[in-house]
T-cell receptor, first 112, second 114 residues
Framework: KAGVTQTPRYLIKTRGQQVTLSCSPISGHRSVSWYQQTPGQGLQFLFEYFSETQRNKGNFPGRFSGRQFSNSRSEMNVSTLELGDSALYLC???????????FGPGTRLTVT | GENVEQHPSTLSVQEGDSAVIKCTYSDSASNYFPWYKQELGKGPQLIIDIRSNVGEKKDQRIAVTLNKTAKHFSLHITETQPEDSAVYFCAASRDNTNAGKSTFGDGTTLTVKP
């Protein structure tokens, strides 16, 4: 069974630009969560999507948004990038009613 | 909201020794407590988890204990090996609907010296 896929793996952007990251879940997994990982703040929850609907949301500004498609693939978008948005963005997927989350390798975003 | 504290932040042991990592949580409604291992360049990998109706769970060299009264849970690794070297994270969430909204500890960097 293929694991969670995230694209791209690395990204360099300039302040003020926007970026879109993609996550393809394990087959059969309908829930996708996004986390931001930084050395100073650790792993912080951004949002979770299930069946194309946002189910949970963390405490991030509105510049961070996401969506989920009918095939369960998810994208997250960050607009008006700031230097502090530099981080590893991880997605984690699970079957709808299960507890176990499976993480992808992450997308390393660098904002200059 | 939930707050999870993890100790120690770094841990160095000799190969063959045991390693213990501890976490405390604040939300008494939390009932799912997973542990993740993150190796360099990879995403966190679930290694063991425990739910609030269980006090202890073991999987080969890894065990997790939970004390709901004291709101703390611990990861125990016995007979450590160099390949156990990684960053370990604890997490907590309320239920299966919210398991995708986990609160993580800050991580413990475990180094196992050959």
């Amino acid at each position: 069974k293929a694991g969670v896929t995230q694209t791209p793996r690395y990204l360099i952007k300039t302040r003020g630009q926007q970026v879109t990251l993609s996550c393809s879940p394990i087959s059969g997994h309908r829930s996708v969560s996004w986390y931001q990982q930084t050395p100073g703040q650790g792993l912080q929850f951004l949002f979770e999507y299930f069946s194309e609907t946002q189910r949970n949301k963390g405490n991030f500004p509105g510049r961070f948004s996401g969506r989920q498609f009918s095939n369960s693939r998810s994208e997250m978008n960050v607009s008006t990038l700031e230097l502090g948005d530099s981080a590893l963005y991880l997605c984690a997927t699970r079957q709808g009613a299960s507890y176990e989350q499976y993480f992808g390798p992450g997308t390393r975003l660098t904002v200059t | 909201g939930e707050n999870v504290e993890q100790h120690p932040s770094t841990l160095s042991v000799q190969e063959g020794d045991s390693a213990v990592i501890k976490c405390t949580y604040s939300d008494s409604a939390s009932n799912y407590f997973p542990w993740y291992k993150q190796e360099l360049g990879k995403g966190p990998q679930l290694i063991i988890d425990i739910r609030s109706n269980v006090g202890e769970k073991k999987d080969q060299r890894i065990a997790v204990t939970l004390n709901k009264t004291a709101k703390h849970f611990s990861l125990h690794i016995t007979e450590t090996q160099p390949e156990d070297s990684a960053v370990y994270f604890c997490a907590a969430s309320r239920d299966n609907t919210n398991a995708g909204k986990s609160t993580f500890g800050d991580g413990t960097t475990l180094t196992v010296k050959p």
